[in-house]
């Protein structure tokens, strides 16, 4: 179950997990309960004397997501009663650690050898795209931006980062269209207070269009990237 799954995580998914329409579906079906979510003040305390009625008699809780999600006395006296098994986590909390049906791991978090190796992967791919595609995923302060369209042959992809204010689109396309540049392809996304645009044109932009778009009030950064 996952409110905010997205198309891309839904393709990685293998063919036999089956999505549950409501969280009350999964509770009630579900031999063994995992959570994998922040802890917000939305999801915190998640997991309490509420949520555990809807559950499976003698289901089994995998929390190695976050401490919070899990009211602990609500889940100790849902042991005690029968209705949950047992539970692992990696938030040992004294009044876990005294419990036999709960068994505590040490928190390791992104630390196992595995994490670390998919973490080196992500990152260098990630950064490939940028510097070779100029696009950006899991940025702390930049908007996810993605195209699928190649740079056009013998043109140039323009990456602009600019202040999120209206008309300045416009005043690209202006620049543009004066230097007789097609444009092929256009993204723009923005995030708070900052924009950032994928521009594909037709032929090479020269550097005194460059210096054009850079001068536009705004207009943080300007870099080409030529095929």
């Not at 198309?7 to 509770?27: F, G, I, M, P, Y």
């Not at 595609?133 to 042959?153: A, E, L, Q, Y």
Request: charged letters at 20%; proline letters at 4%.
């Amino acid at each position: 179950y996952d409110p905010f799954l997205s198309v891309d995580a839904a393709w990685s998914l293998n063919h036999q997990v089956k999505h549950a329409e409501t969280l009350d579906t999964l509770l009630a079906k579900a031999d063994y309960l995992t959570f994998h979510v922040p802890e917000t003040p939305d999801t915190k305390g998640f997991v309490n004397a509420n949520t555990i009625k809807n559950m499976k008699n003698g289901v089994k809780l995998i929390n190695i997501a976050r401490g919070g999600l899990v009211n602990n006395e609500d889940v100790l006296a849902a042991i005690r009663a029968g209705k949950i098994s047992c539970m692992v986590t990696d938030f040992a909390a004294e009044e876990l650690i005294a419990c036999d049906k709960v068994i505590c791991l040490p928190h390791l978090g992104a630390s196992t050898p595995e994490a670390e190796d998919n973490c080196a992967v992500m990152a260098v791919k990630e950064l490939r795209d940028f510097l070779e595609r100029g696009i950006i995923k899991n940025s702390v302060n930049f908007p996810k931006t993605t195209t699928d369209n190649p740079i056009p042959c013998g043109g140039t992809r323009l990456c602009i980062s600019h202040k999120n204010e209206p008309g300045l689109v416009a005043q690209f396309t202006t620049i543009l269209g004066e230097a007789n540049l097609n444009i092929e392809g256009m993204v723009n996304q923005n995030r708070g207070e900052v924009a950032y645009n994928i521009i594909d044109v037709a032929g090479k932009v020269t550097e005194q269009t460059l210096e054009n778009l850079a001068a536009i009030k705004d207009v943080t950064k300007v870099r080409p990237i030529y095929n």
